[in-house]
């Protein structure tokens, strides 16, 4: 592709050799001739040097001699182009001869269903939707169009996806919630989770994640979440819009989650805690209290993340003041006897 098509592409101001051939998207220190890399900081700079590419996308203009494409944001004008030239594979439309469906199932137009897929009864199946290899749908499901299940997904019964979902294998979504009670003799007694789990539309979930059904009502993950591998959502949470779980995060029962929430990995948060819209947990943080929108927060319990970077600072030198309080300790109990 020539890199004032790839300019007018993505909307972006040429500089340089216009009639480049482009063959591929690399990162900037792996890049070859032929290849497009991206300038996402100019702390970078040093790689872009020595790097073999044939042109960049930059925020602003640089000083190489490289073509250069300049954009507002390189790394997203990067991902579309890597979409561009790496395109995902698109399943062929069709039914195979082992998928079983239940009585009163309405299936989609141009839907795959791979081996092995099992549809409950009344389920409802989009337009566009895939279904790999030995995907389970329990009864009373929905799965809105164009939504992608990789091999061996599991939904509960009555379990709804929205549109452009795609589940990694191994999720499972609707299990029941972890609830019980101790009875006369001590012993723990299931609370049966009646309730279900809704998933709109554009929400990625990573493999071997779950989010389990409500005790009651609704466990929510909202509109353009995403979701890394190894995540617990636990029943009746709700998870806002465009919140990023990353790996390992773990939501004990009824959390609820504002808008554009990053939750980093092997972040913890307690049961009834509120965190607001566009807070941030650092990495293994954990929380049993509410966060206020807008914070950035760190530790275990959390602290402002300032806060906590003095706390490490500090860290290392406790043990040489402990030496020194003793010290000083002692000389007090000297002058006072």
């Not at 997904?153 to 996806?161: C, F, G, H, I």
């Not at 706390?311 to 030198?317: C, E, F, Q, S």
Request: with cysteine; charged share 20%; net charge negative.
């Amino acid at each position: 592709m020539k890199l004032e098509k790839i300019a007018s592409l993505l909307s972006g101001t040429l500089k340089g050799d216009g009639s480049i051939e482009i063959n591929g998207v690399r990162g900037i220190k792996d890049a070859k001739e032929g290849d497009i890399t991206f300038l996402g900081s100019r702390k970078y700079l040093k790689f872009l040097e020595n790097s073999g590419a044939s042109a960049v996308l930059v925020a602003e203009p640089v000083e190489t001699a490289l073509s250069q494409i300049i954009v507002a944001k390189p790394e997203l004008a990067f991902a579309r182009l890597i979409k561009e030239f790496h395109p995902e594979p698109v399943a062929k439309p069709g039914v195979h001869s082992s998928v079983v469906v239940g009585d009163n199932v309405k299936l989609g137009d141009n839907i795959s269903l791979a081996s092995g897929v099992c549809i409950g009864n009344n389920v409802v199946v989009g337009d566009g939707v895939v279904l790999h290899a030995n995907v389970v749908i329990g009864d009373d499901c929905l799965i809105d169009d164009h939504s992608i299940l990789h091999p061996n997904v599991t939904l509960y019964r009555n379990s709804e996806l929205g549109k452009h979902v795609i589940l990694h294998s191994g999720v499972v979504i609707g299990a029941d919630g972890f609830g019980y009670t101790l009875d006369e003799a001590g012993r723990h007694f299931k609370i049966n989770q009646v309730g279900r789990v809704v998933i709109e539309d554009h929400v990625e979930i990573g493999a071997n994640s779950c989010v389990d059904r409500a005790a009651l009502d609704t466990t929510l993950i909202k509109e353009g979440t995403k979701i890394d591998n190894l995540v617990q959502v636990a029943h009746n949470c709700t998870v806002g819009e465009h919140s990023i779980l990353v790996s390992q995060v773990g939501l004990a029962g009824s959390v609820t989650l504002g808008h554009h929430v990053v939750l980093a990995g092997q972040v913890g948060v307690g049961d009834h805690v509120t965190l607001g819209d566009q807070v941030t947990l650092t990495a293994r943080s954990g929380t049993f209290r509410d966060v206020e929108s807008n914070s950035v927060v760190s530790g275990f319990p959390v602290v402002s993340n300032t806060q906590w970077k003095r706390y490490i600072v500090a860290l290392p030198k406790l043990p040489d003041l402990t030496k020194k309080m003793r010290k000083l300790e002692a000389r007090v109990d000297a002058i006072e006897r």
